[in-house]
């Protein structure tokens, strides 16, 4: 595998901090959420960052490459049209599903977050057809960050450190590792981000996220809205004790501070990159037993995207991801992802608390993300306390089906149906909002009953 180009240290763009990041000093390159840029029409800020030879590349959040189905060609050529556009040197996504497949049964459901992928030999079969799909589609190489998670799945096969050691085996996919999962999921699901990193093969490594979150009764949440505690920083510093990484990239995507700590945090990050690998002297870890012992077992004797595994894996190690695998795969997530976002009852096996902190979480973020990308919507109702208890009463049996833009439409639908809110006058201005952005398409059933209303109200 070829050595990674060199990106340095780095941040997410986000709008809201785009001035900060443009003055930061130091800044070697930047990360865009892939799905929020239009090629053509990028924001001035990335027009000026590239303009400035610093490096802008996409990171996928939509794609669900871990899902049952083939990756959507449309998605993949969005993905493919952004690296182009940004001269990206590659572009990355997620190991993970975020919607039902349409080989289970019922509508499609989205979950609006990235959800774990079981580490069974089905899921691995799917994933990596998938993964060989997406990288004959696009015009750069592509990378998978690890995903942190809340819950983990019953009857899993592998370790994480297998899982991945094997995928990047099988198909020559880049990895992207963010620490600051590796130390949720310690938190979350008792794994030791020592394994983890003694047992992937860290010259498949494309760059590295840091990120911050917060816990709360035993529970860590991947926030990206807080400072970067010296617990990830101490996983990233046992990541650099291994390897240089190519490139490290502060995440931060509300709760945005001033521009002095996000300086502060970069500096934090290049101290610890900054001796040359294998040259941390007191990991802040203890080394897990057998270290190498794991590293060779997950490996096998071939040599990472060549030789006898990956001739093994073209010759028929995925003959078994057909049809039936992926029913099986789809089924699954069909059942989780329906317990988290549409009511139904937590598959067996799982941990019925911890389906339920994730089922309120998802629905938190459902209320946050729509409450930005329809920021009325809280005024109309009342302020965010009322506008929050009356979207996540929709939520509670109201799964996301196409989308938060989407998504904010139906919550306005299912309130003018029911006839609210109460206060006439907010009626109305729900009424006008609604219509406004209604559109043209052919309307359903809950549209022309809330297009009814909409007429009574007139």
Same mark, same amino acid.
């Given at each position: 595998?070829?050595?990674?180009?060199?990106?340095?240290?780095?941040?997410?763009?986000?709008?809201?901090?785009?001035?900060?990041?443009?003055?930061?000093?130091?800044?070697?390159?930047?990360?865009?959420?892939?799905?929020?840029?239009?090629?053509?029409?990028?924001?001035?800020?990335?027009?000026?960052?590239?303009?400035?030879?610093?490096?802008?590349?996409?990171?996928?959040?939509?794609?669900?490459?871990?899902?049952?189905?083939?990756?959507?060609?449309?998605?993949?050529?969005?993905?493919?049209?952004?690296?182009?556009?940004?001269?990206?040197?590659?572009?990355?996504?997620?190991?993970?599903?975020?919607? &039902?497949?349409?080989?289970?049964?019922?509508?499609?459901?989205?979950?609006?977050?990235?959800?774990?992928?079981?580490?069974?030999?089905?899921?691995?079969?799917?994933?990596?057809?998938?993964?060989?799909?997406?990288?004959?589609?696009?015009?750069?190489?592509?990378?998978?960050?690890?995903?942190?998670?809340?819950?983990?799945?019953?009857?899993?096969?592998?370790?994480?450190?297998?899982?991945? &050691?094997?995928?990047?085996?099988?198909?020559?996919?880049?990895?992207?590792?963010?620490?600051?999962?590796?130390? &949720?999921?310690?938190?979350?699901?008792?794994?030791?981000?020592?394994?983890?990193?003694?047992?992937?093969?860290?010259?498949?490594?494309?760059?590295?996220?840091?990120?911050?979150?917060?816990?709360?009764?035993?529970?860590?949440?991947?926030?990206?809205?807080?400072?970067?505690?010296?617990?990830?920083?101490?996983?990233?510093?046992?990541?650099?004790?291994?390897?240089?990484?190519?490139?490290?990239?502060?995440?931060?995507?509300?709760?945005?501070?001033?521009?002095?700590?996000?300086?502060?945090?970069?500096?934090?990050?290049?101290?610890?990159?900054?001796?040359?690998?294998?040259?941390?002297?007191?990991?802040?870890?203890?080394?897990?037993?057998?270290?190498?012992?794991?590293?060779?077992?997950?490996?096998?004797?071939?040599?990472?995207?060549?030789?006898?595994?990956?001739?093994?894996?073209?010759?028929?190690?995925?003959?078994?991801?057909?049809?039936?695998?992926?029913?099986?795969?789809?089924?699954?997530?069909?059942?989780?992802?329906?317990?988290?976002?549409?009511?139904?009852?937590?598959?067996?096996?799982?941990?019925?608390?911890?389906?339920?902190?994730?089922?309120?979480?998802?629905?938190?973020?459902?209320?946050?993300?729509?409450?930005?990308?329809?920021?009325?919507?809280?005024?109309?109702?009342?302020?965010?306390?009322?506008?929050?208890?009356?979207?996540?009463?929709?939520?509670?049996?109201?799964?996301?089906?196409?989308?938060?833009?989407?998504?904010?439409?139906?919550?306005?639908?299912?309130?003018?149906?029911?006839?609210?809110?109460?206060?006439?006058?907010?009626?109305?201005?729900? &009424?006008?909002?609604?219509?406004?952005?209604?559109?043209?398409?052919?309307?359903?059933?809950?549209?022309?009953?809330?297009?009814?209303?909409?007429?009574?109200?007139?």
């Amino acid at each position: 595998m070829k050595p990674m180009a060199h990106l340095g240290v780095g941040i997410g763009w986000r709008p809201e901090i785009a001035g900060a990041v443009e003055s930061l000093p130091g800044l070697d390159w930047v990360e865009v959420v892939a799905e929020n840029i239009c090629p053509g029409h990028l924001p001035e800020s990335l027009d000026r960052l590239l303009a400035r030879g610093i490096r802008v590349v996409p990171h996928g959040v939509s794609l669900g490459i871990g899902g049952a189905d083939r990756p959507d060609p449309a998605k993949l050529a969005a993905l493919g049209e952004r690296a182009v556009a940004l001269g990206a040197p590659l572009v990355t996504e997620h190991i993970a599903f975020v919607r &039902t497949s349409s080989v289970a049964p019922g509508p499609v459901l989205e979950a609006g977050h990235l959800l774990p992928v079981p580490r069974t030999r089905d899921a691995l079969d799917v994933l990596c057809e998938n993964v060989r799909i997406a990288q004959d589609a696009l015009p750069v190489p592509l990378a998978l960050e690890n995903i942190a998670a809340l819950v983990s799945w019953p009857g899993e096969e592998l370790t994480e450190g297998q899982f991945l &050691t094997e995928l990047v085996e099988r198909t020559g996919v880049r990895l992207l590792i963010d620490v600051a999962n590796l130390h &949720t999921n310690r938190v979350n699901r008792g794994e030791d981000p020592v394994a983890v990193l003694d047992g992937i093969p860290l010259e498949a490594l494309a760059y590295v996220h840091v990120a911050g979150g917060v816990e709360r009764g035993g529970v860590w949440h991947d926030t990206h809205a807080h400072p970067v505690p010296a617990a990830v920083l101490d996983v990233l510093a046992e990541l650099r004790s291994r390897v240089e990484p190519a490139g490290v990239l502060l995440e931060r995507d509300d709760d945005f501070p001033p521009d002095a700590e996000l300086a502060g945090e970069l500096a934090a990050i290049r101290r610890v990159l900054g001796g040359p690998a294998g040259a941390v002297p007191d990991p802040p870890f203890p080394r897990s037993p057998g270290a190498a012992r794991t590293r060779a077992a997950n490996t096998g004797a071939a040599e990472v995207g060549s030789g006898p595994a990956r001739a093994a894996s073209d010759g028929g190690a995925e003959v078994g991801s057909g049809d039936a695998v992926r029913t099986r795969v789809g089924i699954g997530q069909a059942a989780l992802l329906s317990a988290l976002v549409a009511g139904t009852p937590v598959p067996e096996g799982f941990d019925r608390q911890r389906v339920r902190v994730q089922a309120r979480a998802l629905a938190a973020k459902r209320a946050g993300v729509v409450s930005k990308l329809a920021p009325e919507l809280p005024g109309i109702l009342g302020g965010e306390d009322a506008y929050r208890e009356a979207f996540l009463g929709y939520a509670r049996h109201r799964p996301m089906t196409a989308g938060y833009r989407r998504d904010a439409m139906d919550f306005a639908e299912h309130l003018l149906v029911r006839n609210l809110p109460a206060d006439p006058a907010a009626r109305r201005r729900l &009424t006008l909002w609604w219509r406004d952005r209604a559109g043209a398409r052919p309307p359903g059933r809950a549209v022309r009953w809330a297009r009814a209303l909409v007429g009574r109200a007139a």
